[in-house]
Antibody
Framework: QEQVVESGGGVVQPGRSLRLSCAASGFVFSNYGMHWVRQAPGRGLEWVAVIWQDGSNKYYAESVKGRFTISRDNSKNSLDLQMNSLRAEDTAVYYC????????????????WGQGTLVTVSS | QSILTQPPSVSAAPGQRVTISCSGSRFNIGNNYVSWYQQLPGTAPKLLIYDNNKRPSGIPDRFSGSRSGTSATLDITGVQTGDEADYYCGTWDSSLGAGVFGGGTKLTVL
């Protein structure tokens, strides 16, 4: 069945880096834009970044711009989020999510979510 | 402070109808599709409504969505105890060049 599974979370000190991954299966990964969404403990959802199906365009939330980089490898059905210069306020569960339709452009319609991976930024 | 404004909480007795609002601007709700998500405690969000008013397969027709101008609404009829969850609206903001979510609304079934 269609699924996405995040990994790579953990405890990291402020200022350090961490790389999250999302493994996709059960669908043609290269047809869909993919997003990262995060949720701080006890807080609401926050959109983080999107990458188009072919990797040609990327957009970021202002809160992570210049520090986080979204990328994908369609040959490996994988999505990554490189997080640098981490701050305490980046502590959250990070979800990868799929656009509902093939070649969607600049939408928030996510029909497939992973279970999330927890990132804790603390000294 | 979220770009999209939702009431923090709503409540309803079993079998009643509840409405959750989501207010934005012409840069987001006014010109882009709105989606709605249900998040049960300890789980990932689940898509309830996309493209303002469409339901994915498997979502009961008790859930419906609409959009008017710069606001959107999620309606739940025949509320059940299993509907107790947090609900989020989401859309793209063309001015920010970013996705945005509402702050979330906690539904309590009395």
């Amino acid at each position: 069945q269609e699924q996405v599974v995040e990994s790579g979370g953990g405890v990291v000190q402020p200022g350090r880096s961490l790389r999250l991954s999302c493994a996709a299966s059960g669908f043609v990964f290269s047809n869909y834009g993919m997003h990262w969404v995060r949720q701080a403990p006890g807080r609401g959802l926050e959109w983080v970044a999107v990458i188009w199906q072919d990797g040609s365009n990327k957009y970021y939330a202002e809160s992570v711009k210049g520090r986080f980089t979204i990328s994908r490898d369609n040959s490996k059905n994988s999505l990554d989020l490189q997080m640098n210069s981490l701050r305490a306020e980046d502590t959250a569960v990070y979800y990868c999510a799929r656009d509902i339709r093939v070649a969607a452009i600049l939408e928030v319609n996510f029909d497939l979510w992973g279970q999330g991976t927890l990132v804790t930024v603390s000294s | 402070q979220s770009i999209l404004t939702q009431p923090p909480s709503v409540s309803a007795a079993p079998g009643q109808r509840v409405t959750i609002s989501c207010s934005g601007s012409r840069f987001n709700i006014g010109n882009n599709y709105v989606s709605w998500y249900q998040q049960l405690p300890g789980t990932a969000p689940k898509l309830l409504i996309y493209d303002n008013n469409k339901r994915p397969s498997g979502i009961p027709d008790r859930f419906s969505g609409s959009r008017s101008g710069t606001s959107a609404t999620l309606d739940i009829t025949g509320v059940q105890t299993g509907d107790e969850a947090d609900y989020y609206c989401g859309t793209w903001d063309s001015s920010l060049g970013a996705g945005v979510f509402g702050g979330g609304t906690k539904l309590t079934v009395l």
